[in-house]
């Protein structure tokens, strides 16, 4: 008999395929390289602190009349497939997204890792509803219209400062993410699992069903990209913005589109409001790893180098010899901004069109050896 279900939760996929008969999966990943494995409740390999949560937030629901027969499901659906291929995760939506139909899930769970918040948007959109990525925790309280089970989720914004508490429109399946790390790994003592696994044949394709398909590959723009992201970095710091005007950074700009990178700053700059809060980097900033990170006119203090300590490549200039971030350069020069700039723009500029005029003779010629012989074949 299938029962109905308040929660139904999805396991992150385990590595390996599921043991024959148990239903379970398999973890093949040794305990003593997990920090976390002695804290975890499992069962037949599968981490259960998502059900344990699941379990704790039904427990919470006030009753109702009259109450489902089970309140508790969990998914322990695999990455593996008959042939050895990565999972189909569109296919696997729709499985869900059937089963969920099938079992009158009202709330699904999935854990907030990059495959559990991937499943969780297209599971949203196979039940025609929204997914709440990053929650941590929940309030239960009942549906005021139809007594259905609602939760106020809650989650943190802004760097963690504050939280947010969101709530799903009444009658709405509501597909949520939640970080395993910030639950507790202990299941009630009388707590039953009801396990369902889903089988790489469930998820075969359908023609009604959620799909996605790939139009192409969009690179980011380096003049907008958060700095996170950003492959090279041109940093002005207090040092490229002293002096009439806007003193250098106008060169700072022009250098980074040059070298088609994104203009980043230290905290004077920002704090000058001579570029946007965005730009700055560092301990209160954003961290990067860029391949290539251009220092100019940055002193190097704590807080700031504390944000470059992924970049590959770290290249200052600096008029100021004892400056700290020359010994913590890859490569460092010491010159006055106003007039290293121009002329590294300029010779830049040079090499540019330099190579295009190499490039435009080369191409030339190929079309005129094509036409030589085009003509030969003749």
Known sequence: MTHRVDILVVIEPAMGPPEAGSGAVRDRRPAESDPHADSRATEGGLDLRLPSEAIRLAAMIPPAQPAPDARVA???HVTWSADGSPVDLPALADALAAHSRERGALTVLCPDTDLGRELASLLAACLDTCALLGATDAVP?????????L???VKPVFGGHLEQESTFAPGRIQVVSISPDVLQATLGGSAKLDLVTISPGQTARRGDGCRVRHLGFVPPDYRTVDLVHARRIVAAGAGAVDGPGDGALALVVE??????G???ASRPVTDDRRLPKERLVGQTGKTVAPDLYLALGISG???HMAGVQGAERILTVNRDPVAPILALSDTAFVGDLREVLPELVALIKEWRDSVAAVDSADLGIARRV???DGGASA
Request: proline share 7%.
């Open 370 to 372: 094509g036409a030589v």
């Open 301 to 303: 203090s704590p807080h």
């Open 151 to 153: 939760f106020t989720w």
């Open 262 to 264: 994104s203009v980043g």
């Open 141 to 149: 309280h009942r549906s005021a219209t139809d007594g259905d089970p």
């Open 255 to 260: 250098l980074a589109e040059l070298l088609e």
């Open 74 to 76: 969990v998914v322990g």
